[in-house]
């Protein structure tokens, strides 16, 4: 199995010639380990001819990548004006509540990874978040915490 680093290297050199190759890299480093792991910062910056501020800055500005692994489920609320406008602020806080950790956080036991999304093409059922790989629109915290408790169960 390929470490880390041979992943990195990977996409860097699959990608290298695109235009612009830095977000495409960091995509397909993500999309590959479920984060940019901060030995990375050095080599993709070494690859691409660029600065590590500069790749750091690129990382840290765009929330949709991570730094730490993720937890076992990743729940993204929708903040997109359309799921704002029907109470996606409300369940956020519910959330935060309900999960004990902030946005962009994990929770203590390693289950849940809590974060934003801006528009998840449910804007007509909104509030709507994304479980894993499922979409779910009209989400009230009670349904939130519904959700949450049957995590873990066997899919119906
Ligand atoms: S605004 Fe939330 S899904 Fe589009």
Redesign the pocket.
Known sequence: MATGDEIVLAVINERRALRGALLPVLHGIQDRLGYIPSEAVATIARELNLSRAEVHGVITFYHHFREEPAGRTVIQI???????A?G?DALVEHARAHLGCALHETTGDGAITLEP???????A????LMLGERLY?RVTPARFDELVGRLGEPLA
């Not at 929708?78 to 704002?84: G, I, T, V």
């Not at 999304?117 to 804007?123: D, H, N, P, R, T």
């Open positions: 929708c903040r997109a004006e359309a799921c704002q029907n996606a999304v801006f528009c998840l093409g449910q804007c059922v909104g509030p709507a629109g």
